[in-house]
Structures are given as C-alpha cells and as structure tokens.
C-alpha cells in the first residue's frame, strides 16, 4: 500500500489528492509519481516542521533531485557554513522528509567536500565524516583551504586522506595552504613530517600545495592519475615500483616553483626518462633534476632514448649545490626528443651564478621543434649558449633571462640586424630580464640600441633606460619589456 508522509498543517484529504491522477501529466509521470516511497518519519526531528510549500509534498523525485544539483556548491565552502548546514546537501535535506528522502537516495552529492577553514572556529569534523559516510562508496572529491597556521587540521585531513576509508576512494585531492596572517605566527607550517602516497587506485588529480611539504610518491599506485601538481613543496618526489607500469591519462606533472631559493619537487634521472617514457599523453613536465649517486650513468646508459610527442610545456631545473645535478640534466638533455614543443624553461633554480654549459642544443636538436617553440625562459646561463639555443628558435615571441654572465653580450647578440646573415628571433616581441645589471653608460647604449633595432624608432640622446624617449616609443608600438634588478623592477 502506498503512502505519502502527511505534515502538520496539512488538510486530511491532502495525501489522496497528492496521489490522484493529474489530467496535466503523462502515464510516466504519474507513474513515477505514485511508486515514490518516502522514508518513515519515525525518531527523525525533521518531523515536526511545518511546510506549507506545496512544491516540498508534491514534486516528483526526479524534479527533487534536479532541484538538489542545482544548489550543489560549485567551489570552496566555509567550514563554518558546514557547521551550521547552511550548504547543500545538508540544508537540502533539512526541508523536509520528501526533500531528505530525495538527498539521502544519491550518494553522489555527499562524495564532494569542498572547504576553508580559517582557525578562529573548530573544524567540524563530525559533520565531515557523517557527510562522507553517507557518500556510500562513490568517488571522493575532497578539498581543503587553510592557513599555516592551521597544520593540525591540514595534517588530520591528510591522515584521512590516506586511510583505508578513504584512499581508495578518492578521485580528487587538494590541499592548498596561503600565507595570510595568524595568530599564532611561531607555529610550524603544515605537513612537517614525511608524507608517503600510494596505492590510490581511483585518484585522477592530485594539488598539494603546501609549504614545507616532504613526501614521496609511488606513482605506479595510480593508474588513473592526470595531473600531479606540487609547485610550493620542500622535498616532494616520485618514484617507481614498477618501471613497465603505463599511466596512460597522465598530462601534467608539476613539482617544481620555478625558479625558488630552496629545495623542491626532484626526479632522478631514472625517474625522469621513466616516467616520459610510461606517460604518453603528458603534455606538461615541470619538475628538477637531481641525483645522489655518482653512478647514475651506468644505471641507465642502456635504456633508449625518449620521444614525447604529445609534451609541449617543458620546465627541468637544478640546484648548483647538487654536484651532480647539472651532469643529470646534461644526460636527460641529450637522450630526449620533444617535437610539438611549445614552452621551454631550463636553468638553474637557486640563483646560482655558477654558468655551466647544459647543452640545450642537443635537446632542441633532436627535437626539431622551430616551427612550433615561442617561448624560453633561461636561468643562469652564458649568453654565448643563450644564441645558440636561439638559432634553433626562429619563431620565437616571448624571451625571459634570469642571470647572465655578460648582460652587455646578450644585448649586443640579440640587436637586430637586417644586413646580418644570421637573424635570431625576429619575432621577438616580449622580453623580460631579471636581475638586469648593466655596468658603464656605454653599456646601457647598447641595451638601448638592441631595443630600438627591433622597434625601428627615431634616435634621441638619453641614458636612462625605462625613461628614454625611444623606449617609450618602443612600447607605444607594442614593445612588451620588463627590467627586473636585485631591489625591485624599473
């Protein structure tokens, strides 16, 4: 016998007239209608309430439930708000007993946890955990916002994270930790200790970004994964358990900030070539180069060359404390091929002033990719390597140089000569420098005249570099230069 819960307020004769048969609806409708089964209302508090709203007695579940995906938070919610059930699918499912009926029949909805916590309030963990209880066995999205000084929260959410409950069940995981104010400054940043992730069978995006995060990652564990991206991390690196194990949905990795003063996401070099060989679809490699062991070169001498057809964002880094890091990249340089590449960043990232010869060329030669590079960015470089990188970048749009040996080299290499056998980049319409140093007046005339050769402005004596009429007539017509020094930018 079929039923329909009667709420206070409700006339007697309400539940048949919400059952009869409407001349406005289809056999489906009614159908549909009629077969719905609303939960007993029996212990629930819900009860009590009174609903005058007709929609909340008789609307068809499906209506309900479109009603309830409408209303689904699309980002970050306060965790106050959650506290409080002032966010779907708890404030849905507080209506009343069809509307509960309607939230508690998909688990979907209770799968997905976006929070910010900010650490005046107490995290509700009670609510979290019931939420994630009622997602059934549905794929877990799961997000949390903070502040540094919130790593008790972050470091729980963690821990969650990675039980059994949980670990194999996310789809989604992010952490990301700011640097806004708190009271409580002197505590340490999140996620002190060493964080170990594996096998997570389900997981497709992985975004830790958290300061002072050490981990490592068994990257054979995901086979689902599509983007790993760590970029603010201490010491955050993958390894493999199985080298033959194909990721074959992975398309961005990130576990490098480019270029910071500390240590960060890391590869070895076996690690590198591995994982660009198990991933054919990565379409963007961001990460450093380094290496522990001397004899590296005999562990992977006789492995084949690399070509990442699909790759065409390309950062590889190394800090010069490593003594082996740039012998590392130097190898990875020499053994791989990137034909549809688009973005290059390559250098050091400590700031180094040590300029050693990485051998970029080998790289851009094997992969033959003039038509499509028209981005570079080099960190503490020579400029005699920087030209010959360039020869092999004729459609170049967009040069970044952080630290050169010789600025007044660089500028007298990149001056545009028409007459010249030999053009680099005449394309070239954005330029950014960093930590741009020029010495004597006389150089800083020729910084001069290689900006005004590629922007064909009238000649006029002045000497202050971003002031100078012909620069300012250089940018009038479309000129895109940035000038950083050591105390700020010009």
């Known amino acids: 016998m079929q039923s329909v819960v009667q709420h206070?307020?409700?006339?007697?004769?309400?539940?048949?007239?919400?059952?009869?048969?409407?001349?406005?609806?289809?056999?489906?409708?009614?159908?549909?209608?009629?077969?719905?089964?609303?939960?007993?209302?029996?212990?629930?508090?819900?009860?009590?309430?009174?609903?005058?709203?007709?929609?909340?007695?008789?609307?068809?579940?499906?209506?309900?439930?479109?009603?309830?995906?409408?209303?689904?938070?699309?980002?970050?919610v306060d965790s106050g708000d959650l506290a409080e059930n002032r966010v779907a699918p708890n404030n849905f499912a507080g209506v009343c007993c069809?509307?509960?009926?309607?939230?508690?029949?998909?688990?979907?909805?209770?799968?997905?946890?976006?929070?910010?916590?900010?650490?005046?309030?107490?995290?509700?963990?009670?609510?979290?955990?019931?939420?994630?209880?009622?997602?059934?066995?549905?794929?877990?999205?799961?997000?949390?916002?903070?502040?540094?000084?919130?790593?008790?929260?972050?470091?729980?959410?963690?821990?969650?994270?990675?039980?059994?409950?949980?670990?194999?069940?996310?789809?989604?995981?992010?952490?990301?930790?700011?640097?806004?104010?708190?009271?409580?400054?002197?505590?340490?940043?999140?996620?002190?200790?060493?964080?170990?992730?594996?096998?997570?069978?389900?997981?497709?995006?992985?975004?830790?970004?958290?300061?002072?995060?050490?981990?490592?990652?068994?990257?054979?564990?995901?086979?689902?994964?599509?983007?790993?991206?760590?970029?603010?991390?201490?010491?955050?690196?993958?390894?493999?358990?199985?080298?033959?194990?194909l990721l074959p949905n992975l398309t961005t990795v990130d576990i490098v900030n480019s270029p910071s003063p500390h240590p960060s996401g890391y590869l070895s070099v076996a690690g590198c070539m591995t994982l660009l060989r198990i991933a054919p679809?990565?379409?963007?490699?961001?990460?450093?180069?380094?290496?522990?062991?001397?004899?590296?070169?005999?562990?992977?001498?006789?492995?084949?060359?690399?070509?990442?057809?699909?790759?065409?964002?390309?950062?590889?880094?190394?800090?010069?404390?490593?003594?082996?890091?740039?012998?590392?990249?130097?190898?990875?340089?020499?053994?791989?091929?990137?034909?549809?590449?688009?973005t290059l960043q390559i250098g050091t990232a400590d700031g180094s002033s040590h300029y050693d010869h990485l051998k970029v060329t080998s790289l851009l030669r094997n992969s033959q990719a003039q038509e499509s590079l028209t981005c570079i960015r080099f960190c503490t470089m020579s400029a005699a390597e920087i030209r010959k990188c360039l020869l092999f970048a004729p459609n170049l749009t967009t040069l970044e140089i952080d630290i050169v040996d010789s600025w007044s080299d660089l500028m007298y290499i990149l001056t545009f000569r028409p007459d010249a056998t030999e053009q680099l980049c005449p394309g070239l319409h954005t330029l950014t420098l960093f930590y741009f140093k020029l010495e004597t007046r006389g150089d800083e005339e020729i910084a001069i005249t290689m900006i005004e050769s590629r922007w064909n402005t009238p000649t006029v004596e002045d000497y202050d570099i971003m002031e100078d009429e012909r620069i300012v007539r250089c940018i009038e017509e479309g000129l895109s230069i940035s000038i950083y020094d050591c105390f700020g930018d010009y």
């Open 98 to 245: 069809l509307w509960r009926y309607v939230a508690l029949s998909s688990r979907r909805p209770w799968a997905t946890m976006r929070l910010s916590h900010c650490e005046m309030i107490p995290f509700p963990w009670n609510i979290f955990s019931s939420s994630i209880l009622k997602s059934g066995d549905a794929p877990l999205t799961l997000e949390l916002n903070v502040t540094k000084a919130n790593k008790p929260t972050a470091d729980k959410f963690m821990a969650l994270v990675m039980s059994d409950d949980y670990r194999k069940r996310c789809k989604s995981v992010v952490i990301h930790v700011s640097d806004s104010w708190s009271r409580n400054p002197s505590q340490p940043t999140v996620c002190g200790a060493l964080l170990e992730l594996k096998d997570m069978p389900m997981l497709e995006t992985l975004k830790l970004d958290a300061p002072d995060l050490y981990g490592k990652m068994d990257v054979t564990g995901f086979p689902c994964l599509k983007d790993i991206v760590a970029p603010f991390s201490h010491s955050f690196g993958l390894y493999f358990t199985d080298h033959t194990a």
């Open 8 to 76: 206070e307020g409700a006339s007697p004769g309400a539940a048949e007239k919400a059952l009869a048969f409407r001349p406005s609806e289809d056999k489906a409708s009614y159908s549909l209608r009629h077969s719905f089964k609303p939960l007993k209302v029996k212990n629930m508090s819900i009860n009590s309430r009174k609903c005058g709203f007709p929609l909340a007695q008789m609307a068809s579940p499906d209506v309900l439930f479109e009603i309830l995906s409408w209303t689904l938070p699309e980002g970050p």
């Open 281 to 342: 679809a990565l379409e963007t490699f961001k990460t450093e180069i380094h290496e522990d062991s001397d004899d590296f070169l005999t562990k992977v001498s006789n492995d084949p060359n690399v070509v990442s057809f699909r790759l065409v964002h390309l950062s590889l880094y190394y800090y010069d404390d490593n003594v082996l890091a740039s012998r590392a990249l130097k190898f990875v340089l020499c053994r791989l091929a990137v034909p549809m590449l688009q």
